[in-house]
């Protein structure tokens, strides 16, 4: 046996990569649209509808309804869009494989990646903030731990949905697909055109555990105040368990 | 215990590996000493790659076993990662980020990386070091890819078409390289179909052929194996005289394809035939000698030559 000892890439290794996925995702233009400029638009156009009444402590019906749904939204497409068509293009290219060949651990990379994402979903979510407090005079919640809690929640669930679709689809391409079909089917029973109140009540009622109408549902109970549905935290629970556990069993890194 | 200098640094034994109904590495067993350029070279299809991912451990043999510097190629993989190089055919990088970024990503997964500029310059790629990944040239990709195989230090280096998309500069530059690294007493696997870099850098080789290794020699050793050392071909306007080339001094065989004739032989066989045709009076045109090569010695052993599809000349 030849005398070689294991050296694990350390703290430095991270930190490049890291800096290596920010400089990808800041250079790939189209990569921030989806996250940042989508939800903006949202914002903007549901401002002037959802107005300035108001429903409970303080807080107007745009701070109840629209922010939990925009905040939900920047969540949803960079977990369950953006990370699979990630992984796809890295599959696809070989970049993986690539890496494979080196010390690193390829699990090292999805963790650059993911935080990465969740900076991507920081900046998202601190530019909607930024304009709906300065252009709509957003109000905070008023349980600000509670939504906080709520919000790092539905990252988790967003994500092991993501690594399962990337772990299922036959293909990297059809990963991308089939992340947009889970995108707006879960926004449409989770009141992403035009609230649960408009939809049927089995359809409601379903889209209350599945992770967008959850995750939207309690942050909007976290704003105003109320306390949180354990249906909305037992699909976001069940979600992170169950996708993490498919995703863990069936994921190929080629 | 430590490797001695008489342990190989690369020993495949009995591979083999199919996909679905075909197979593409029957049987391959090597063993490369250490400090050895060692070639493999086939057509497309005839298991190079195959052969060159299960010695990287990319690929789980269905059987056999392969130890690179005694470490097991699955079970040891962190040790192996230190130690072994590797450049994939036509790897795909992160295309947004530089030359530089790119090798100073992945020497950050070494213990000791060769310094950013030194590496840089040594592959010709200063010019293009802030120039990214997808602006780069086929044959700059090929050099970052390299560069990326060398920059831990590895003392096993693989290498699959280290020259393919390269021009004749870069290739020549390319091979110099790969000389100091046989000086510093760097292992290369080098996967190849071009005969002249085979032919120029190569210890040994191992012919490789439809997933088997057909025939593991030196270059000349292979070559001797063609059947013949020199040809000699013409064409003449008259016919030869029968008899007349098969009684020369070293001439081994004459074959005649209408006006067209092949002779093999060895020692001075282009002089030989050209003085026995001009007494015999026959006027010879487009006249050409040339030395066995390695492909004349694959298509002997093969039956095919190298990279043309599927012709078979047997």
Known sequence: ?????????????????????????????AGLIVPIGLPVIILVMNASSAGQQMIAHGRTAFDVYVLP???????????????????????????????????VSPVLVLVAQAAASVLQITLGIAAAWILATLAFGA???????????????????????????????????????????????????????GGLGGLP?????????????????????????APIESSGLIGLAATIVLGGGVAAVFFRWE | MHATTSSPAIEADGLHKRYRSKVAVEEVSLSVAAGEIFGILGRNGAGKTTTVE??????????????????????DRARLRQVLGVQLQEAVLHSALTVAELVHLYGTFYRDPIPLGDLIESVGLTASRRTRFENLSGGQRQRLSIALALVGRPRVVILDELTTGLDPEARRQMWSTLERLRESGV?????SHAMEEVERLCDRVALLDEGRVVALDSPSGLVRRAGFAQRVTFRTVTPVPSGLLEGLDGVDGVHTDGDRVVVEGRGELLQAVSVAL?????TVTETRGEQAGLDDAFLTLTGHRLGTGKETVR
Request: include cysteine.
């Open chain 1, 1 to 29: 046996m030849t005398d070689v000892t294991v050296h694990r890439p350390g703290p430095r290794a991270w930190a490049a990569l890291l800096i290596c996925e920010l400089k990808m995702v800041v250079r790939d233009t």
């Open chain 1, 69 to 103: 749904l925009v905040f939900t939204m920047i969540v949803a497409t960079t977990g369950i869009v953006n990370m699979p068509s990630f992984l796809a293009h890295y599959r696809r290219s070989g970049i993986l494989r690539r890496l494979g060949v080196t010390p």
């Open chain 1, 139 to 193: 109000n905070p919640p008023v349980r600000a731990g509670a939504a906080l809690g709520v919000l790092t929640l539905t990252v988790a669930a967003m994500y092991a949905l993501g690594l399962t679709i990337a772990a299922l689809s036959p293909t990297p391409n059809s990963s991308v697909a089939i992340g947009m079909v889970v995108f707006f089917v879960l926004g449409a029973t989770g009141g992403m055109f």
């Open chain 1, 201 to 225: 009540e089995v359809i409601a009622t379903i889209g209350r555990w599945l992770p967008f109408g959850a995750g939207s549902q309690a942050l909007s109970a976290a704003w105003i105040g």
């Open chain 2, 54 to 75: 299960l010695i990287a451990g990319l690929r789980r043999p269905d059987r056999g076993t392969v130890r690179v510097l005694g470490l097991d190629t699955r079970r």
């Open chain 2, 187 to 191: 292992t290369v696997l080098l996967v």
């Open chain 2, 278 to 282: 001009v007494h015999a009076g026959v």
